[in-house]
Each structure stands twice: as structure tokens, then as C-alpha cells.
T-cell receptor
Framework: SQQGEEDPQALSIQEGENATMNCSYKTSINNLQWYRQNSGRGLVHLILIRSNEREKHSGRLRVTLDTSKKSSSLLITASRAADTASYFCATPMEYGNKLVFGAGTILRVKS | EPEVTQTPSHQVTQMGQEVILRCVPISNHLYFYWYRQILGQKVEFLVSFYNNEISEKSEIFDDQFSVERPDGSNFTLKIRSTKLEDSAMYFC????????????FGNGTRLTVT
């Protein structure tokens, strides 16, 4: 079974608009992480939210976590063309130390 | 800021050949990982490594794969006899500790098996 699954699969917005991406997961977690991947590059860690946190901010990023619904959202406010990338949520497996990544949301910000 | 470096950035090999992908993790990190991403697909976990041994591996990481930390800085992934389906981006990552610690990824090696 899949652990983290993002939706939408792709999102196209105008510069200045907000972008919201969602992630659902299946097992219990102690944290959830969001990563960004520019085309052809490695993943870059954006933000980590712990299971006892409901919301976290980092600059223009806002992440929420609802453990009762097993879901998280990533909001990018006032988007810029440079935000164009794929965004992945990742959760550590219940046992072991590996992070499992979702399929990602491809965000395109048009200028 | 320290970063994970991977070499080569692109490797082309013929089916059946052995390849070694190299990584230099961040120096004070203790956990090391290999992930792969087939074009347009998910980032898949291959293996994690801690204290000079494999701590976890996926079903993908079969007998054709091996990892090694030959010295204090390098972390390698060897594919013994490459198959066409091994063509993918291979990412090395490292982290300070096991839980609640973000992974730091390298920029990957694009492996093309012909």
C-alpha cells in the first residue's frame, strides 16, 4: 500500500497566487516532511512537522497536519516563477528509518 | 552550507556491466541512504546504512546491489550486472540521526543502461 499520496498531480497557477498541495498517508507517523525537486536535481527538504504539531510556518510556506484524517497540506503563498518544481510529502515508516515519498505534485507558476 | 555530492552526474553503461555510483555524504551525518527515481515516477527507497552496515533495504535492493563505505567519507552503490530497467536517477542522501531528521540529498547520478 502507498504511504504518502499527494494531490493534485499537477497544478498550474499565475505568479502571485497561492498554491495548495495535499498529502494523505496510511500508517501512524511521528513526523511528516515536505521536499521540493527542481527538474533534474535532487530533493531539497522544505519543512518537517511533528505529529504533535498542527501547523508550521517557514517563510511563504505553511504546512498543516491532521493526524485524525491522516493528511497534510502545503500552502505556498504569493507564488513566484521560481517555485516551479515538484513537491513531495514523505513519512517515516512505522518501523525502520526509511522515508517513503509520495508521487508528488508538479507545480507550474506562470509569470 | 555542507552538501552531499555525487559522481558521476551521468553514467552510460551496457547491459550486464558493473557500475559504481559514488557519494560523499555530509561529514557529521551518521545515516546514509540510496534512493532511485525512474523517469516520471516516484522516488523509491533502496537501502539505508548505519554504523558500517545495512540497516534496512527494499525489495528492489536484490543481490545485484551492494553498498559500501570504503573510507571515512565515501559511500558507494554498486550494481553488479546492470539491466535495462536499472536506468534511473540514483540519489544519495544522508541525515544526522534516525528520527525527525531531514534527509539531505545529492543531485543524483543519471544511469542509462543500453
Amino acid at each position: 500500500s502507498q504511504q504518502g499520496e499527494e494531490d493534485p498531480q499537477a497544478l498550474s497557477i499565475q505568479e502571485g497566487e497561492n498554491a495548495t498541495m495535499n498529502c494523505s498517508y496510511k500508517t501512524s507517523i511521528n513526523n511528516l516532511q515536505w521536499y521540493r525537486q527542481n527538474s533534474g536535481r535532487g530533493l531539497v527538504h522544505l519543512i518537517l512537522i511533528r505529529s504533535n504539531e498542527r501547523e508550521k510556518h517557514s517563510g511563504r510556506l505553511r504546512v498543516t497536519l491532521d493526524t485524525s484524517k491522516k493528511s497534510s497540506s502545503l500552502l505556498i503563498t504569493a507564488s513566484r516563477a521560481a517555485d516551479t518544481a515538484s513537491y513531495f510529502c514523505a513519512t517515516p515508516m512505522e518501523y525502520g528509518n526509511k522515508l517513503v515519498f509520495g508521487a508528488g505534485t508538479i507545480l507550474r507558476v506562470k509569470s | 552550507e555542507p552538501e552531499v555530492t555525487q559522481t558521476p552526474s551521468h553514467q552510460v553503461t551496457q547491459m550486464g556491466q558493473e557500475v559504481i555510483l559514488r557519494c560523499v555524504p555530509i561529514s557529521n551525518h551518521l545515516y546514509f541512504y540510496w534512493y532511485r527515481q525512474i523517469l516520471g515516477q516516484k522516488v523509491e527507497f533502496l537501502v539505508s546504512f548505519y554504523n558500517n552496515e545495512i540497516s534496512e533495504k527494499s525489495e528492489i535492493f536484490d543481490d545485484q546491489f551492494s553498498v559500501e563505505r570504503p573510507d571515512g567519507s565515501n559511500f558507494t552503490l554498486k550494481i553488479r550486472s546492470t539491466k535495462l530497467e536499472d536506468s534511473a536517477m540514483y540519489f544519495c542522501a544522508s541525515s544526522k540521526d534516525r528520527e525527525s531528521s531531514p534527509l539531505h540529498f545529492g543531485n543524483g547520478t543519471r544511469l542509462t543502461v543500453t
